[in-house]
């Protein structure tokens, strides 16, 4: 069954410095997300991700974050400047199309931990 | 010091007994609803989904029920076995609002055998 994957499992970085997680969609899938879960709490939406173009953003993802798709199969989030409380479980999930018929798939997620 | 945010609802049940849970979700416009499971270490998994012109679905072993007028969601698992514990989400959708989906804090189900 195809499944999304991230790369690293775990990231360790200090404060001030700039991370990039990546992710790997499921191959024909058109919609990409990023979600957060900071350790014990819920899963949080930070982005999604269609046409190459942000569709839709919370009011975590600030000017310190932003997505790309650099290739035909990767999507990445990058934290420009990461901070103590960017630390959390960051997931990236994937749909077909759009719609309440598309299941979100979802990868196994990062842990960045940011001392 | 206390530790915020660590302290999930829990359900503990025994195997073979019917478990339930609840959610509580907060948007009177949310018109989709699913459930996810996640496992320790993994990403949230799909069980299960319910549009709210419906007030009950079911699934293998498993079944949403959708109480519009207290905006209160519920899923049933029969049969409960300890492949089952996990930490259990319920997630709200205003459809065609860009798939952005709000997950519900969580329950921890502890299945002893």
């Known amino acids: 069954e195809p499944e999304v994957t991230q790369t690293p499992s775990h990231q360790v970085t200090q404060m001030g410095q700039e991370v990039i997680l990546r992710c790997v969609p499921i191959s024909n899938h058109l919609y990409f997300y990023w979600y957060r879960q900071i350790l014990g709490q819920k899963v949080e939406f930070l982005v999604s991700f269609y046409n190459n173009e942000i569709s839709e953003k919370s009011e975590i993802f600030d000017d310190q974050f932003s997505v790309e798709r650099p290739d035909g199969s990767n999507f990445t989030l990058k934290i420009r400047s990461t901070k103590l409380e960017d630390s959390a479980m960051y997931f990236c999930?994937?749909?077909?199309?759009?719609?309440?018929?598309?299941?979100?798939?979802f990868g196994p997620g990062t842990r960045l931990l940011v001392l | 010091g206390e530790s915020v945010g660590l302290h999930l609802p829990t359900l503990s049940v025994q195997e073979g007994d019917n478990s339930i849970i609840n959610c509580a979700y907060s948007?009177?416009?949310?018109?989709?609803f699913i459930w996810y499971k996640q496992e320790s270490g993994k990403g949230p998994q799909f069980i299960i989904d319910i549009r709210s012109n419906m007030d009950k679905r079911q699934g293998q072993r498993v079944t949403v029920l959708l109480n519009k007028t207290v905006k209160h969601l519920s899923l049933q698992i029969a049969a409960t076995q300890p492949g089952d514990s996990a930490v259990y989400f319920c997630?709200?959708?205003?459809?065609?609002?860009?798939?952005?989906?709000?997950f519900g804090a969580g329950t921890r189900l502890t299945v002893k055998p």
């Open positions: 948007n009177s416009a949310s018109d989709y």
């Open positions: 999930a994937s749909t077909l199309d759009r719609g309440p018929q598309e299941t979100q798939y």
């Open positions: 997630a709200e959708i205003v459809l065609y609002n860009n798939n952005d989906m709000r």
